[in-house]
């Protein structure tokens, strides 16, 4: 199906059970422990063996001598798998560095081995006995010493430039000239990277924890040099991916490899400790932004570089693409700066690009209100656009920003703000509130499913669509429910499997609206089918309480597969109107924060969202992906920070024990409201995407709230002890 034209009315609008707070389907699989994990596979493979990795203690080198022979001499011990005895690999179109190391050492916890054996516990005790000799090399590891010599942008990705923002800046009445920081961060699943293979003959079967089915195979049957029809990848339950598992990883390759090597089925999980360096995490940025605005507080020049650094080869993180529409301004700069450095791969993670962007950029919107001498909120109302400012002929397909700042303020109490900071106390805490406004753009693709409608009036949907923990079973079981006008009790959803259709994946917020449109595009089908079969009009016809009805007949639908079950197949392709329209995704954000003026504690008190995102197609699927978000941007404004050994080049907190995350105690009350947003420009279902625009702002909302709270303007993130104590005002 071609999505050329804003959608008209269609049998989504019925809201029969689209748009409905159903509970996920899935839900008493997780809860009973009965959903299988990629780890979990027990019955596909009874005679199962265990791999463990063996990686890098050194960033950058050489390998010099690799001894496995103590190794595979040990107890239990089936394999050793190297670069040597792997056969021929390449690299993944989406990998950066090798998954297997050969000669060169490109990061630390890279892996150089794996040991297979009878039981994990003795592939961990023989991984001890590679002796592996290395010879060191220096590297880069420290973006803030590598950033002076950064000048230019990739050539992949030049300035944009709108006007002339020096001149502009040169004749503004009120200016701001300011650089913000952001750490490397890393992901933390619950579940950690986790894969199982097994061959039969020469097709390889890989049962995976990965959000984008379509990319890992592809990679993965690159990655292996061999056909990609015979590799099948199977990833029906996730848990949690945040985009670390977006492409392939070295569980699945090694996985495979040592399963070809010993001819039985083998299981590989990284270690907890190896994930943030052997896999990917997000990089660290160093934003430059400088905003100048005439008498009234129109913005009337903004510029926004960001340094990142990756390995070689790797691409820079996109932090500034939401000041590219967030706010008007008639002259405009942004433009990226890649460093290249030694450490792990730099890659997505959740909202990659607009997360650390708002980070910086809504402090810095925060700082030129309070120079105008403006409050917050009205001064990015007075800023807002409805079309791109560096292209007026192109409107926002909708935009309610204006809407999210105003709903937000209202619900929030933004009346009983105090706008000097640290006037507020409540015994020996500082009280304050901050705001910033929320920014996603909604990012569409090709997304295909299956239908088969059987005798029974059973309907399965097959689509190799993941779910990571986000509703993908339930929304697409609503939209095969409401297409053929059967209960959700009927729908039966199988995802994650190669062998189905390839849908858009779950990631950048893209998953929901793109593969529930591909399954609406196959539902049209297979209500032509059953109208065919059963002598209706589809056009006219109407599906609901399990029957197609027209012109005075109805039927039960299940009449139609009486002779043998009924099928379609269909993939949704979006033509241009996103070059046409602006099509994003808004929110504001509302935070409430509580400083100790003796230790600089802050505790956050209470949190709100606001969103406009397109048809919410399960208010409470949405809401638990936006307080899941919500309650990442706590961990990123206040604790999560990888640090750098810039010595050694590795990330020192590199397990759970070290790496800081909020905990049940540190979440406040969240709230959510979602503004009726329905977008047809976006797609048949006139839906967007939720999840990362939970997080985009959250942020910069409690440093505001800090700064309101104590006067302290803090632009390194996160927010620690330290940051705040010198600068707190004095306890009377």
Known sequence: MKFEQPAGTNPIDQLRVIGQPLDRIDGPLKTTGSAPY????????????????????????????????????????????????AGKLEIGEMNTARLLAEYHIEHYHQAVALVVAETFEQARAAAKLVDVQYEREAGAYDLASEKPSVTAAPEDTPDKVVGDVDQALAQARYTLD?????????????????????????????????????????????????????????????????????FLRSDAVL???????????????????????????????????????????????????????????????????????????????????????????????????????????????????AKVGMDPVQFRILNDTQVDPADPSRPFSRRQLIACLQTGADKFGWQQRQAEPAQVRDGRWLIGMGMAAGFRNNLLSASGARVHLDAQGIVTVETDMTDIGTGSYTIIAQTAAEMLGVPVSQVRVSLGDSAHPVSAGSGGQWGANTSTSGVYAACVKLRERIAAELGFNADEAEFAEGEIRAAGRRVPIAAAAAQGALSAEDTIEFGDLDQKYQQSTFAGHFAEVAVDTATGEVRVRRMLAVCAAGRILNPKTARSQVIGAMTMGLGGALMEELAVDTRHGYFVNHDMATYEVPVHADIPRQEVIFLDDTDPVSSPMKAKGVGELGLCGVGAAIVNAIYNATGVRVRDYPVTLDKLLQGLPETV
């Not at 990277?193 to 890989?206: E, F, K, P």
């Not at 903004?302 to 693409?321: C, D, K, M, R, Y």
């Not at 706010?327 to 909202?351: H, K």
Request: overall charge negative.
């Open 255 to 369: 996985a495979a490899l040592g399963a070809r090597v010993v001819k039985r089925a083998v299981k590989v999980m990284l270690p907890r400790p190896m994930i943030p360096n052997n896999t990917t995490h997000r990089p660290a940025t160093n934003q430059h932004i400088r905003i100048g605005t005439d008498e009234d507080g129109k913005i009337t020049a903004i510029s926004h570089i960001s340094w990142s650094g990756n390995l070689p080869g790797g691409t820079p993180e996109t932090a500034v693409q939401q000041t590219e529409l967030l706010y008007a301004g008639e002259n405009r700069l942004t433009g990226l700066r890649l460093a290249e450095l030694d450490l792990p791969e730099g890659n997505a993670m959740r909202a990659p690009g607009e997360a650390p962007g708002l980070m910086a950029l809504e402090i810095a919107i925060d700082e030129m209100a």
């Open 38 to 85: 990629a780890y979990e596979w027990h019955d596909e493979a009874p005679d199962v063996t265990y791999g463990y990795v063996v990686a890098s203690p050194v960033a950058k080198g050489k390998i010099t001598a690799l001894e496995t022979e103590a190794a595979r001499r040990a107890p239990g011990v089936l394999a050793v798998v190297t670069a040597a005895n």
């Open 178 to 246: 300011a650089v913000y920081t952001t750490p490397d961060q890393s992901h933390m699943a619950m579940e950690p990277h986790a894969s199982m293979a097994i061959w039969d003959n020469d097709a390889l079967t890989v049962w995976t924890s990965n959000q984008m089915i379509n990319w890992c195979r592809s990679d993965l049957a690159k990655t292996l040099v061999i056909p990609e029809e015979k590799v099948r990848v199977l990833s029906p339950y996730i848990g949690g991916g945040f985009g670390g598992k977006l």
